[in-house]
């Protein structure tokens, strides 16, 4: 898709930014998201009318594509909001608050609240199973920072973070944050996301040792012995992921609370599942992080 879709107009002028996200949204025409109809809807006029404010006459409510979305109760302009958004899905490791600030000229609170509200865009909703038609799913656990409330033992990861990751092969990604990396967590993320019908690889920790996974095939490599690869049994796609994943946290984002780790999840798993090598360009990750503002309110607090 031709990265000239998304003009220097749409990013420039709010009402054409607003014509260009109701034809995501609307790809059918106006859909009133106060009783759900689409006839009887017509566009409000005059000087004094917000940009892009339509009337439903079924239910006679007033609304704009903002409502019912991210941008909801938002005084932030909607050709920045996608500056916002183009420059967070067109950044392989990410763009700081600080960053998102200076460049679109809003306030650090602005800027930081703005990029939760993408993030939560992107955040993949469904209970779709990855692996299916004999796929193959690669799983792996990393750990970072510290849990709210613990200190840095002397030894093992007891007090960090975790993150699972699920990355089918030529395909996409799922990220969960859990409590631990341990026999039960790992099963319940696994038997809920993964295919029947899928070949599923790990390294050969205990708690994959131990785990009853609801998959045709389980196959594992022992990385203390240096086995990194065994015919179709590597871990590796899931460790690539993980490298551009942990470069962004602690390069560009560096301090993530625990509460917040799931969107910054999100927001990886979504560049990675929208990716070139799977026909995704920038403007086309844009659009589709557009699509998923609806239903997606996050309030301040």
């Not at 005059?46 to 339509?54: E, F, N």
């Not at 009337?55 to 909607?78: A, L, N």
């Not at 086309?284 to 992080?289: I, S, V």
Request: with cysteine; glycine share 10%.
């Amino acid at each position: 898709m031709a990265n000239s879709i998304l003009s220097a107009n749409v990013l420039k002028n709010e009402a054409a930014a607003i014509a260009w996200v109701e034809k995501r949204v609307w790809p059918n025409g106006p859909v009133c998201p106060h009783c759900g109809g689409v006839d009887r809807i017509g566009k409000m006029g005059g000087k004094a009318t917000r940009i892009g404010l339509y009337k439903c006459y079924q239910c006679r409510k007033q609304f704009t594509v903002k409502v019912g979305t991210i941008f909801e109760d938002s005084h932030v302009p909607m050709n920045i909001w996608l500056q916002a958004m183009y420059l967070l899905c067109s950044s392989k490791k990410g763009i700081s608050s600080n960053q998102l600030s200076r460049t679109l000229g809003v306030t650090l609170k602005t800027a930081w609240f703005m990029s939760h509200r993408i993030r939560e865009a992107m955040r993949f909703v469904g209970v779709e199973p990855m692996g299916g038609a004999g796929g193959i799913v690669e799983a792996d656990e990393t750990f970072l920072g510290t849990k709210e409330g613990k200190h840095k033992a002397k030894s093992g990861y007891g007090h960090k973070m975790v993150v699972m990751t699920l990355v089918e092969r030529n395909g996409k990604a799922r990220s969960f944050q859990i409590e631990a990396a341990n026999k039960s967590e790992v099963e319940r993320i696994i038997n809920a996301n993964v295919s029947r019908d899928a070949h599923l690889m790990t390294d050969g920790a205990s708690y994959y040792r131990r785990g009853k996974f609801n998959v045709a095939e389980h196959q594992m490599v022992n990385h203390d012995a240096e086995e990194w690869v065994r015919g179709d049994a590597h871990s590796n796609t899931v460790e690539n992921y993980y490298s551009v994943f942990k470069r962004g946290m602690k390069g560009v984002y560096q301090h993530c609370s625990e509460k917040h780790l799931h969107r910054y999840a999100a927001e990886f798993d979504f560049r990675y599942s929208n990716r070139v090598r799977l026909g995704v360009d920038d403007v086309e990750r844009t659009a589709r992080a557009v699509k998923g503002i609806v239903g997606k309110r996050l309030t301040y607090r």
